[in-house]
């Protein structure tokens, strides 16, 4: 059974208290001993109530490390899926997700050099170095791609390729500039890390995935529009070229931005605007709304999970997703045979 | 607003690098008729439709919609008023029934605006009207290659077209639902223009038909008149009898 937009009144507020529970959640674990009461103590001290308690380097524990991480976590698990949904839509293919026009790739290669080579270290750091790659790979996908008739086979083809050249620069690099420490600190950062965050991070990715959760609202029909096709899409009046363009450039800002501050986090984007569509069907306007959501109390599980199964290390939460998201992503391949789509 | 001159071209070519698909054809499709595009594989019916829809740019001549140039209007102007459905319609996403006519809409809908009352008795109306009204809450994809065929239909009249362009609509169905399908069809309000291979069915439901070849007019008007034993064998290089009664024109293939 589907749920439809009659009852949407009531999962949207369901979703978003879960969300703020998880994140709740996700501040009270770790390896200082501080439980629900201290975080709940923390938040109210920040927020202008009564005086934690705590000593100040515990307040930090939960209000500097621990609910960026919860929070980001949260804001790149809804750009992701979300970038899905809208590539999924735009580009007729079920396996499209974030880095399918090569953004991760080219922004790995950007953080490599910044980080092994020292190639303008000083002036943009591994985020900065990491966006330039990004946006140069994606320019590289959408100039291929426009070279070679523009069509959206041509889009992902040029995709798949600007990923394979991107990944062989970032291994060419590695291979000829790393030392083994500084290759595994590389490595944990490609396989997607939230270790980092910060009030920063979380204030960029923040203002930019709430400009693409606006951007994708407002075009929630011309994605409706696209489910037969371009053609299809034109004759319902959208106009193609001008509206591709718009949200390519969207969703590519939007991954850039989150690979630049967490690393290629992968699986969420492919998976969860799939789990999405099965909930409340494939309507954009719920649509968009509930694959952000439930991308954001997923990202937030699975960070709070590599924080805990291998404690006091940390698993890469790319490795969590993919674990997660690999099987989830078999049983969908598997329901689809079984409907015959081939 | 008085009832305008509908779809006419002007000798509009198109074709794609230096292979000419469509040659010059002129046409004025009189509002209110049923217009069916006749012609051989590869003729160019189906690229002369999206030219008709605007879909494609002209390489020269041009389509006139009420006497406007269509590559002047923005889409969502021609979308209001001319709807066109495909051979076979085909999507990945998993859509209800409901969702698939509830398209038509969008080009009346504001980018924010949800779903008016409105919205939602004109796909009813437009699901009742093509028969699918108790298919509303199945999957697009479990349905029939018929009935999916209606439910573009359906989506296709939820737009409020004055103009239906359609493309084969029978390809792929039976005899019964072939006869079905045209029933509803020319039932309703819309000038209708369809490429269709039967020349029986044309002949049945078609007030006038163009044939094409090798992307020209060769021939153009009532069907009784137009589809003869010698342009057959001319256009589709077979034998056939052409015999009249009153029901109409029947053509029957011959062996070779």
Not at chain 2, 180 to 207: F, G, K, Q, R
Request: some cysteine.
């Amino acid at each position: 059974m589907r749920i439809r937009s009659r009852s949407a009144a009531v999962l949207a507020p369901a979703a978003v208290a879960a969300l703020v529970l998880s994140i709740a959640v996700g501040t009270t674990i770790g390896p200082s001993d501080l439980g629900t009461r201290d975080a709940l103590a923390v938040m109210l001290a920040r927020l202008g109530g009564p005086d934690s308690g705590l000593s100040a380097l515990r307040e930090g524990i939960i209000w500097d490390l621990r609910l960026p991480r919860a929070v980001l976590a949260a804001i790149c698990g809804a750009g992701l899926a979300l970038c899905g949904v809208v590539l999924q839509s735009l580009l007729r293919n079920p396996l499209a997700d974030p880095f399918v026009l090569g953004v991760s790739s080219g922004a790995s290669t950007g953080a490599v050099l910044v980080v092994l080579t020292g190639v303008g270290a000083g002036a943009v750091g591994l985020a900065g170095g990491a966006f330039i790659g990004a946006v140069v790979a994606f320019g590289l996908v959408l100039l291929l791609a426009h070279l070679t008739g523009g069509s959206t086979d041509r889009m992902i083809l040029a995709g798949v390729a600007a990923t394979q050249l991107f990944a062989a620069l970032t291994s060419f690099i590695v291979y000829t500039a790393a030392d083994a420490e500084q290759t595994r600190g590389v490595l944990f950062w490609l396989l997607g890390s939230l270790s980092t965050a910060s009030w920063t991070d979380v204030a960029v990715c923040g203002s930019v995935v709430a400009v693409g959760v606006a951007v994708c609202l407002a075009a929630a029909g011309t994605l409706d529009a696209f489910t037969f096709g371009q053609d299809a899409a034109a004759s319902l009046g959208v106009p193609v070229a001008r509206v591709r363009l718009v949200l390519l450039l969207v969703t590519a800002l939007m991954t850039a931005v989150i690979v630049s501050t967490s690393g290629a986090i992968g699986f969420v984007g492919l998976v969860l605007p799939h789990a999405a569509r099965a909930v409340v069907g494939s309507r954009h306007r719920v649509l968009v709304p509930t694959a952000a959501l439930l991308g954001a109390v997923f990202l937030v599980w699975v960070e709070i999970g590599s924080r805990v199964v291998i404690a006091p290390q940390e698993l890469p939460i790319g490795v969590g997703t993919a674990l997660v998201g690999v099987p989830a992503f078999v049983l969908l391949l598997l329901r689809r045979r079984q409907q015959g789509v081939s | 607003m008085s009832r305008g001159t509908g779809i006419v071209t002007d000798r509009v070519s198109w074709g794609v690098r230096d292979q000419v698909i469509v040659d010059g054809v002129s046409l004025a499709v009189a509002p209110g008729a049923t217009v069916g595009l006749l012609g051989p594989n590869g003729s160019g019916k189906s690229s002369l439709l999206r030219l008709l829809a605007g879909l494609r740019p002209t390489t020269t001549g041009c389509v006139l919609l009420d006497g406007a140039d269509i590559s002047t209007l923005t889409r969502r102007v021609v979308a209001r008023r001319l709807a066109v459905v495909d051979q076979e319609s085909v999507t990945d996403a998993d859509p209800t029934v409901r969702d698939v006519i509830a398209l038509g809409r969008l080009p009346h809908r504001a980018p924010w605006s949800p779903e008016s009352a409105r919205d939602r008795t004109v796909v009813q109306e437009a699901s009742v009207a093509m028969r699918t009204d108790h298919l509303l809450e199945r999957r697009y994809a479990s349905l029939s290659g018929g009935e999916r065929q209606r439910v573009q239909i359906a989506r296709a009249l939820a737009q409020e077209p004055s103009e239906l362009l359609l493309d084969e609509p029978t390809n792929h169905l039976d005899v019964r639902h072939q006869l079905e399908l045209l029933e509803l069809v020319v039932a309703a309000p819309t000038t209708t223009v369809m490429a269709l291979h039967d020349l029986n069915l044309a002949t049945s439901y078609c007030d006038e038909v163009v044939v094409l070849s090798g992307g020209r007019v060769v021939e153009a008007g009532p069907p009784q008149e137009v589809i003869t034993e010698e342009v057959v064998h001319r256009v589709y290089g077979v034998r056939a009898r052409v015999e009249q009664d009153e029901q109409g024109v029947h053509v029957r293939f011959l062996r070779s």
